[in-house]
């Protein structure tokens, strides 16, 4: 029989790596989008042909059960969200609104519709926030210090009330930072490996950033999204932490994607006020021995590969952009 799994936020980055990885795995992918004159599909359009897109909202509970009961999935993946820090800030009862109450719409249809689909949450680093202590791992208390990180929360929760009330097979992944080319520009390290690209190419000649001591655990979202479907396929469902174990200044992250490019980061590198967070999380870096443990999962993708593969393909991109004009 060939399995079903349905994929909100199928057009971000994790999404579109996920779907990849289970099209591969021969599972027929179901991609959720919210209906807006503005959908990117930039990001499968390698695969689009290959997957069925169905027009959902986590705001719409009714959306929700009807594509659960017309596309009968036996796996969920929920990586929908508004998943931007700083836009928590401006916009945080609409965070709210899908980052957290959004899950619950989602489990409560599985519950109606069928009970035996399994579930998964992508939960964040940013549930840790103000680190209670370092490396983080499945019992270290949240701190959240965002209004994304608060929804977060509330999130991971409701999936462990889901599953400890009704019994679903509905897991939690604490993500920490993973990135890839695939990552919105607003991103960090994107942010980076796209200025990197400008300067070099001759485009830009300066790089604003805000706090250049926040340090983060980051991976690679390909090896990320693999967990993700490890964890749907264990008999019992819990909670996992994927991290690398490593953690990475913003300068370091500048150090390194503008030395591969030759170029001394510290005469493009403005720190700019604007992008200062009111609350900052200063450092966090996860514990996945568990994820190591229980799943066999590793990251496959180092932090000096991870940062090459970006400026090599944000120069790709520029310079392809360059020959369209």
């Known amino acids: 029989m060939v ?5 909100t936020g199928i057009t971000g980055q994790d999404g579109s790596y996920l779907a990849g990885f289970l099209l591969e795995k021969g599972y027929e992918v179901i991609g959720m989008v919210r209906r807006t004159s503005t959908v990117n599909f930039d990001r499968i359009k390698h695969i689009q042909e290959k997957v069925t897109i169905v027009p959902g909202d986590l705001l719409d509970q009714v959306s929700l059960i009807e594509i659960l009961q017309k596309h009968q999935p036996q796996e969920v993946y ?3 969200a508004q998943s931007f820090v700083p836009t928590s800030w401006n916009q945080p009862v609409f ?4 980052t957290a109450l ?3 719409r989602i489990l409560d249809a599985i519950r109606l519709v069928d009970p035996t689909i399994r579930f998964y949450q992508a939960s964040s680093s940013e ?3 103000k680190v209670r202590e370092s490396p983080q791992n499945e019992k270290t208390p949240f701190y959240p210090r965002s209004p994304y990180g608060v929804a977060k929360v509330y999130g991971h929760w409701i ?4 599953r400890e009330s009704y019994g679903l097979h509905a897991t939690s992944g604490i993500l920490f ?10 991103f960090v390290l994107r942010k980076i490996t796209h200025g990197v690209a400008l300067i070099k190419l001759g485009l830009a000649d300066e790089l604003h950033l805000g706090n250049l001591d926040a340090c983060r655990d980051i991976g690679f979202a390909g090896d990320y999204v693999k967990a993700m ?3 749907l396929q264990q008999k019992e469902p819990d909670n996992y932490v994927i991290a690398t174990g490593e953690t990475h200044s913003v300068q370091e992250m500048c150090e390194t994607a503008f030395r591969y490019a030759s170029l001394d980061w510290q005469k493009y590198v403005v720190q700019d006020e604007r992008f200062m967070r009111p609350a900052e999380v200063d450092y966090l870096v996860g514990d996945a021995t568990k994820a190591r443990e229980v799943l066999g999962w590793e990251p496959m993708v180092s932090f000096p590969e991870l940062v090459r593969m970006m400026v090599d393909a944000d120069s790709a991109l520029l310079s392809e952009e360059g020959g369209e004009d």
């Open 95 to 98: 965070t709210g609104e899908v």
């Open 127 to 129: 549930c840790f926030g």
């Open 102 to 104: 959004g899950v619950t």
């Open 229 to 231: 479907w490890m964890m």
């Open 159 to 162: 999936t462990v009330n889901y």
């Open 177 to 186: 930072n993973h990135t890839s080319p695939r990552r919105g520009l607003e």
């Open 78 to 80: 929920n990586l929908a």
């Open 3 to 7: 399995k079903r799994a349905l994929i």
